[in-house]
């Protein structure tokens, strides 16, 4: 498919239009009444509109938790963490901007109350404030203002949206910041955009306005107006209750925007446009005349989408199986690469922990690939490594990423190579007494980062200590991923603080896993493939994070396409 995105995700051919601006305007998008509404996925819908307008955008994630990022959170607490090339671990909507604009996530663009708060007290130990009394105003705000500036020169448009819900008391300091760094500004140049819910009531057959415009009287409690009300339903807002939301919450009639439940998020940016948010947004503004949208590559997505001219089954092997947002850039970097094949892709949950005491292959058969994806821990290995087994002697389609990597290797060392106490330094570190593996997977103490060696060791702490980030890997020529990727030079984002050990290369590479991907100095090892397998591949990091509807990763349209063979050879 076409790559819509130049330099930086932005559009390749931007309007050279009157309402750009030398300085970002700036929309504020905060929720109401309930969490999980679907902030992140209206800002990025947002800010794909704007784009098809010709702007160029960067969206943002304020988040009050006091984790100082989401990387050390259970991924049944927060779901998947979405890394950055320049290795920055956050938020999953970081993830969504991306997916919808194109445009490269950056360790700016994600901040949550533990940062600010460790900003603050870091310039207080080293007695920047110059003997202040420190306080929430203005320092902690300051501080906050000053994380929301950055890069405001760079774009026509900056989309910052804030986790949570209005009312939530660890959100007060970035509700006050915003509406502080609106009165900056002049006027005109922000605008808040208020994401809420619509109940539907059964027994009375309502659609109840009440919690919105209790959300939006807390909002205004704070010194808040929404210009846009953005409100979820399952169904159309009629004109009544649209004309009563515009009364009591003050906002204009035609800035009411109904966000109804979608079969596929990414018809988002279409259903948005039909209801006219993008042109909601530059009225508020007072931008006029606007450009007008080219959404094609939106409307070749939506067709690939429901007009798919057959389907797969891929089973994911797991340990977060019972959230899905644990594995949500996987789950969507298959759907794109369903879209690459104009197929649908039906994944099914397995868990791993099954397979520890059960035969994998009931389980597996049917299926027509399987995906091993990363985690940490021991619960559920042997169940991967099962899996992988399944896979490459049943000639099943497998891709395993990061862990799931590790997982084949020791199920080819153990299986295939005779080295049968094969297993992970991470195991055996988390147990007590005598090693019980022989560490084929070892724990990482230093590795090249561009022209700098980082070392790391047990003892560390857990945050930001792992090899994260974009990092090279160099393919061997005529290999099945040389093809895929139609080169021999990569990049790609990592996160992971255990490696495949380099000499065990010669032992596995004699029964036929070949190492077709390395680090550029040799050492690390970044793909695995076996070569008489129809399509058994995995990679050490993490390519589903930079898979795009208009742009599947081809390891993933590559993985789609084995899977449309598998199943006609059932």
């Not at 290795?87 to 909507?93: H, K, N, Q, R, V």
């Not at 020791?410 to 147990?431: P, Q």
Request: aromatic content about 8%.
């Amino acid at each position: 498919m076409l790559r819509f995105f130049g330099r930086d995700g932005q559009s390749e051919n931007q309007a050279d239009h009157g309402g750009k601006s030398t300085m970002a305007r700036f929309i504020f998008i905060t929720g109401g009444v309930v969490s999980s509404l679907g902030k992140g996925l209206a800002s990025a819908a947002l800010g794909s509109l704007l784009q098809a307008r010709g702007y160029t955008v960067r969206l943002r994630k304020l988040d009050p938790y006091l984790n100082v990022d989401p990387g050390t959170m259970s991924p049944f607490e927060h779901g998947e963490v979405f890394v950055t090339d320049d290795g920055a671990e956050t938020d999953l909507d970081l993830g969504h901007y991306e997916r919808f604009t194109g445009v490269a996530a950056r360790n700016t663009d994600s901040v949550s109350s533990g940062r600010i708060y460790s900003n603050v007290l870091e310039k207080e130990r080293r007695g920047d404030y110059l003997g202040k009394t420190i306080q929430v105003i203005p320092h902690v705000t300051n501080e906050i203002k000053d994380f929301i500036s950055i890069g405001e020169d760079e774009v026509d448009f900056m989309l910052c949206e804030i986790g949570g819900t209005v009312g939530d008391i660890e959100g007060l300091p970035f509700f006050e910041a915003i509406r502080q760094f609106a009165q900056d500004k002049p006027r005109g140049q922000c605008v808040f955009m208020h994401l809420t819910l619509l109940p539907w009531i059964k027994a009375s057959g309502e659609l109840k306005t009440k919690p919105t415009q209790h959300s939006v009287k807390e909002l205004r409690s704070i010194g808040l107006a929404p210009d846009i009300l953005v409100c979820r339903s399952e169904g159309p807002i009629p004109q009544k209750e649209r004309e009563k939301l515009a009364l009591f919450c003050n906002v204009r009639h035609d800035a009411v925007i109904a966000a109804q439940d979608l079969k596929s998020i990414y018809e988002a940016p279409l259903a948005y446009h039909r209801e006219g948010l993008d042109q909601a947004v530059l009225d508020a503004f007072q931008i006029s005349p606007a450009p007008k949208p080219d959404l094609t590559k939106w409307e070749d997505v939506a067709d690939r989408i429901y007009n798919a001219e057959g389907e797969v089954r891929i089973a994911i092997v797991g340990k977060y199986t019972q959230l899905e947002d644990a594995y949500k850039s996987i789950a969507e970097a298959l759907t794109h690469g369903g879209m690459a094949n104009r197929v649908k892709v039906r994944i099914e949950w397995v868990d791993a922990e099954i397979f520890d005491k059960e035969d994998p292959a009931p389980h597996l058969e049917g299926y027509h690939a399987i995906l091993v994806p990363g985690g940490f821990g021991e619960r559920g290995t042997e169940g991967k490594i099962k899996a992988a087994q399944f896979a490459r002697e049943h000639n099943v389609p497998y891709l395993g990423i990061c862990l799931g990597m590790q997982m084949a290797v020791i199920e080819a060392a153990r299986n295939v190579a005779g080295i049968s106490e094969a297993g992970s330094e991470e195991f055996d570190h988390e147990s007590t007494g005598k090693k019980r593996f022989e560490p084929v997977v070892y724990h990482l103490k230093e590795w090249v980062q561009g022209n700098y060696k980082v070392k790391r060791s047990l003892s560390d702490d857990k945050g930001g200590t792992m090899r994260l980030g974009a990092y090279n890997a160099t393919l061997k020529a005529g290999s099945h991923v040389s093809e895929i990727y139609g080169s021999t030079e990569i990049e790609e984002r990592h996160r992971h603080r255990y490696e495949v050990d380099i000499k065990y290369r010669d032992k596995l590479e004699e029964k036929g896993l070949c190492f077709s991907g390395m680090s550029p100095d040799g050492r690390l090892p970044e793909i695995v493939e076996w070569s008489d397998h129809p399509w058994f591949i995995g990679v050490q990091f993490h390519p589903e994070l930079k898979s795009k509807p208009f742009a599947p990763h081809p390891l993933f349209a590559s993985f789609v396409r084995a899977a449309v063979e598998t199943s006609r050879l059932v």
